[in-house]
């Protein structure tokens, strides 16, 4: 399929989001399948929409107007907006650090952290994205995507995901994230963060489709059975709330009920 202009044009964006500064315009020409016009029409119209920043001094880097819509999104966005009353009595429950987390192509992205009382810190900060085989809040996504999708990220990675403990088959990978889906949770030990424990809940849309979850990490590893069940009921309870605030935008009067649930 022939790309279209739009998407060549954010091809520039991309290529400079993943360096996070490129030095000159003959970088971006030898890395870009652009003609040099085509390339200086796309970042002169990238740069006056802020989108993109250049400078003699430091080349070229993102622009200030994504700082701009970092901020929109933080103020306004649903997801967000429903999670954040929830982690903040959730990490008041049991002292961590609440994450939530969106899918994000074949990746999962932090969005927002609210942290609790507690000396450790989590490097999986707003913003960043991690693998979908690794730590709890990716892995719970994982076990609700399609099928068909699951498959494929199989096929192209079978060592991935049996290093990742959900088996060296097909079929064994199916069983290991249909359990998940029937325990309603997953928990992971020093994944991401050495000697804490993560335990995570699915995010869905008012069609049922996974877009993300929701997830606490509390500091240290060996919980008791008791603790994991008490932990994981309440990360599950305020997931439904915000899964139903996802589809109905009226999710938010479940806050109410998390100081019973928890």
């Known amino acids: 399929m022939r790309e279209s202009s739009l998407a060549k044009m954010l091809s520039v964006l991309e290529f400079i989001e993943q360096r996070g500064q490129v ?4 970088e ?3 890395g870009l ?3 040099r016009s085509t390339l200086y029409r796309y970042v002169r119209t990238l740069t006056d929409f802020g989108l993109l920043a250049a400078s003699p001094g430091t080349g070229y880097t993102l622009g200030p107007r994504i700082i701009e819509l970092d901020y929109k999104i933080r103020t306004h966005d649903p997801m967000i907006l429903a999670s954040n009353p929830l982690m903040m009595q959730l990490v008041q429950a049991t002292p961590g650090i609440a994450l939530l987390c969106r899918r994000y192509r074949d990746k999962v992205l932090c ?5 609790g009382a507690v000396a450790f810190a989590s490097t999986y900060e707003r913003g960043r994205v991690r693998p979908l ?3 709890a809040a990716s892995r719970v996504i994982l076990a609700h995507m ?5 498959t494929k990220l199989y096929e192209a990675d079978r060592e991935g995901f049996a290093e990742a403990g959900f088996g060296d088959s097909a079929q064994a990978v199916r069983a290991s994230l249909r359990a998940i889906r029937q325990r309603g949770w997953e928990a992971s030990e020093s994944q991401v963060v050495a000697g804490v424990t993560g335990i995570a809940a699915a995010v869905f849309d008012g069609r049922d489709h996974v877009i993300g979850s929701l ?5 240290r590893v060996g919980l008791t059975p008791t603790e994991t069940v008490q932990i994981s009921s309440r990360v599950v ?3 439904q709330i915000v899964s139903n605030a996802m589809s109905s935008h009226e999710g938010l009067e479940g806050v109410a009920q998390l100081d019973h649930a928890v």
């Open 23 to 26: 030095d000159s315009m003959e």
């Open 28 to 30: 971006m020409l030898e």
């Open 33 to 35: 399948s652009l003609t």
């Open 111 to 115: 969005i927002h952290q609210v942290r």
């Open 133 to 135: 085989l690794r730590g």
């Open 146 to 150: 399609p099928a068909a999708q699951v």
């Open 215 to 219: 997830s606490l990490t509390v500091g």
């Open 237 to 239: 309870f305020c997931a």
